[in-house]
C-alpha cells in the first residue's frame, strides 16, 4: 500500500507528506489507535515512500525497491513483532543495531515495531537511546493500540500521530469495490468497529444470516407471550461457545434500535443498516404514540447486559434479563397489532 492508497486517516497521512516534502521525518513515530484502522499498513506506506528512488515521497509500487520492500525482502524495511507473548531484549537489540547504522542501499531506513505496548521492560528500556538518536537516514515507527502502556521515556521520544477508527459509510464502500454485494457490506461495516480488518472478517466469514436470526429470535420473545420463548432463546448463548455470538448478536441488536431511535426522530437518512427499513419500521410501530422513550430505553438494557457480561455475569441469566427489559418495546400490546 502506497499512500495515497491509505483511505480513512487523512489527518494522519496530512502529517507525513508535509514531513516527507519537508525532508523533516523525525527519528521516531508513534502511530496509535485502535486495532484493524491502517496504522501497520501506514507505516510500511511511509517506507515505501523514503525508500523508492522513483517516486521519492509517495512510492512508485512499481519499481524493484518497491517490489521488494512490500514482499518484505528489502533490508531497509524491517518488521518486528512479537513472536510470544511479548518483544524481547534479544529483538530490541537487533532494532538497535540497524538503526545505528546507514541504509544499506536505499536513501533511507524505516524500522517497524507492531505491537510495540508489548516490549517487555529490558526491550523497552534497550531502545530509549537509539529512538533519541539512530544513525543519520534511520527512522523507527512505533505502532500500538494501547499506547497507555509504553513507558513515559519512550512516549516523550516519539512524535505521536492518532490513527481513528473508520466510519461505517467508508468501509462499506471499500468493501463493495472489492466484490461484496451491498446488504453484507453494510451489515460487516456496521459491525466492525471502526476497522478494516474486522470488516474484511465479518463480510468473508458469513455470520451475517446468523446473527440476524439470533437477533429477531430475541426480538419475538419479548413481543410473545409465554416465558418458554425467553427461556430458549437465552439458552441459545449457554456456555463458553454462546458467548462470542452473543456479543456480535448484541451489537447488532443495539445497531438496529439506534437506526429506528433516529428514524422515529425524524432523521432517517442517519440510519446505518437503511437495507433493514422493515425492521426499523417495525420496531417504531410497535413503540405506538412514544417511539423515542421505548427505544431509549431499550438501548439502556442493551448496555447494562453488556456490563454484566463484562462482569463475567451467566449469559443466559443476562439474556433472559434482557428480553424481560425489551418487553417494554416489541410486545405486541393490542388486538390489531397481536394480529
Not at 87 to 111: C, F, G, N, T, Y
Not at 220 to 232: C, F, L, P, S, Y
Not at 261 to 270: H, R, T, Y
Request: some cysteine.
Amino acid at each position: 500500500m502506497r499512500l495515497a492508497e491509505v483511505f480513512g486517516q487523512n489527518a494522519a497521512v496530512s502529517r507525513l507528506r508535509r514531513a516527507l516534502e519537508t525532508q523533516r521525518v523525525p527519528h521516531a513515530y508513534l502511530f496509535e489507535g485502535p486495532d484493524g484502522v491502517g496504522k501497520l499498513a501506514t507505516a510500511k506506506a511511509l517506507g515505501l515512500a523514503l525508500l523508492c528512488r522513483e517516486l521519492p515521497g509517495e512510492g512508485c509500487g512499481k519499481c524493484e525497491t518497491c517490489a521488494r520492500a512490500v514482499a518484505g525482502l528489502h533490508p531497509d524495511l524491517r518488521v518486528f513483532a512479537p513472536q510470544g507473548r511479548d518483544i524481547k531484549k534479544d529483538e530490541a537489540d537487533e532494532v538497535v543495531a540497524l538503526a545505528s547504522e546507514r541504509p544499506h542501499e536505499a536513501p533511507a531506513r524505516l524500522l517497524i515495531i507492531d505491537e510495540a505496548d508489548k516490549l517487555n521492560a529490558n526491550a523497552a528500556n534497550c531502545l530509549l537511546k537509539t529512538l533519541e538518536e539512530p544513525a543519520a537516514g534511520a527512522h523507527i515507527v512505533l505502532v500500538t493500540s494501547a499506547a497507555a502502556r509504553l513507558l513515559d521515556t519512550i512516549l516523550s521520544r516519539t512524535q505521536r500521530i492518532r490513527f481513528v477508527p473508520l466510519s461505517p459509510v467508508l468501509l462499506a464502500e471499500q468493501l463493495q469495490k472489492q466484490g461484496v454485494p451491498a446488504e453484507r457490506a453494510t451489515l460487516a461495516a456496521a459491525l466492525a468497529n471502526g476497522s478494516w480488518s474486522q470488516a474484511l472478517a465479518l463480510a468473508e466469514g458469513g455470520e451475517d444470516e446468523v446473527t440476524w436470526a439470533q437477533v429477531t429470535r430475541l426480538r419475538e420473545a419479548a413481543a410473545g407471550r409465554t416465558v418458554g420463548n425467553i427461556m430458549d432463546a437465552a439458552n441459545a448463548f449457554a456456555g463458553k461457545e454462546g458467548r462470542l455470538p452473543l456479543v456480535a448478536t448484541l451489537d447488532l441488536l443495539a445497531r438496529l434500535y439506534r437506526d429506528a431511535l433516529v428514524s422515529a426522530g425524524g432523521a432517517p437518512e442517519l440510519a446505518v443498516l437503511s437495507s433493514k427499513r422493515t425492521e426499523i419500521n417495525d420496531i417504531i410501530d410497535r413503540a405506538g404514540a412514544a417511539p423515542l422513550p421505548r427505544i431509549r430505553k431499550a438501548l439502556d438494557a442493551l448496555t447494562e447486559v453488556e456490563e454484566a457480561l463484562a462482569g463475567n455475569v451467566n449469559a443466559v441469566t443476562a439474556v433472559e434479563a434482557l428480553i424481560f427489559s425489551l418487553r417494554s418495546l416489541e410486545f405486541r400490546r393490542n388486538t390489531a397489532q397481536a394480529q
